[in-house]
Every structure is written in C-alpha cells, then in structure tokens.
C-alpha cells in the first residue's frame, strides 16, 4: 500500500470519529416521569455494530482460510471481537435520587446526590467526571448524547462548583 491509500484510510477515520462526535452533540436526552436518560448516540451504536459484524466476518473468514503457520491470525480477530461489547458507552440516568449508570451486563453504579463530592469538566475532550465520597465516579463521555444538558441537571441538583480542566 502506497502513501495515498494509507491518508485516504487515516482521512476515513477522522471523519468516521467526527461524525459519532457530532451525533452525540446533536441528539438530546430522552425525559421520562422523574429522570432524564442519557444513551449513547446513534453513531456510536451504528459503529459498535459495524465494527463486531466485521470482526466476526473476519473471524470465520480467516478461520478457513489461514495457513498452519498463521493459527494466530483468527485467534487475534477473536480476541478483538470478543472487546466489542465493551466499547458500548454505558446508559446515564439523572433521576430525582441521584444519577447511575448502567453498564451492558447489568452492572449498575448510582451516586445520590448527597454524596457527590466534586464535579470536573475536562474541556479537552468534553469529559463530565462525577465523584462521590466513597471514591466511585461516573462520567459522562463524549459520545453520551447531550452533554450540556447532562451537566446543567447535575449542577442544579448538587449546587456544587464545576472544576474546569
């Protein structure tokens, strides 16, 4: 592969990447009776797929077509398919109580409100870290939709100062 057709793949990537940041800006943040829900974009979740359905194409593609030296090749695609369920961003809820977040195999992090204890907003990369007194935190990534809002229902509710990175 020559040098245009590695740029033309890094170019694809940026846009790729830009898109899903886009998207989680642009959508908003589904009210329900007493809590606000926070899921991933709509771009994360059409990559999330995208990515395990071409893992899982090139596992059993190079499953049958490796030679006996490369035995590694399709355990490496299997390794790598077997990450994707942990690239899904998890659910955020802001409820009357506190805010949680909901991971993909049922593991679920709550902070109530009298517990937080510092609230950090990294401008970089548009990070909104939540702490609690006992250490956990929960963090509002990037690609989490509406950001914004999600920011302004924590302040509102824990009064607390903002510490800007």
């Known amino acids: 592969m020559g040098f245009v057709s590695h740029g033309l793949i890094v170019i694809a990537v940026a846009v790729i990447f830009a898109w899903m940041w886009r998207s989680s800006r642009s959508e908003r943040a589904t009210p329900e009776s007493g809590r606000m829900l926070f899921p991933a974009a709509l771009a994360i979740r059409i990559f999330v797929w995208a990515f395990g359905i071409v893992l899982a194409f090139l596992v059993a593609f190079t499953t049958y077509r490796h030679r006996p030296q490369e035995w590694w090749v399709p355990c490496a695609f299997f390794g790598f398919f077997a990450l994707v369920p942990f690239m899904y961003p998890p659910l955020l809820v802001v409820d009357v109580d506190g805010v949680e977040t909901r991971g993909r195999f049922g593991r679920t992090r709550k902070i109530l409100w009298p517990d937080v204890t510092s609230l950090q907003?990294?401008?970089?990369?548009?990070?909104?870290?939540?702490?609690?007194?006992?250490?956990?935190?929960?963090?509002?990534?990037?690609?989490?939709?509406?950001?914004?809002?999600?920011?302004?229902?924590?302040?509102?509710?824990?009064?607390?100062?903002?510490?800007?990175l």
């Open 121 to 164: 907003y990294n401008t970089c990369n548009r990070q909104f870290k939540i702490r609690d007194r006992h250490g956990h935190t929960v963090t509002h990534a990037g690609f989490n939709v509406d950001g914004e809002t999600f920011r302004k229902e924590v302040q509102r509710c824990t009064r607390l100062p903002m510490k800007v």
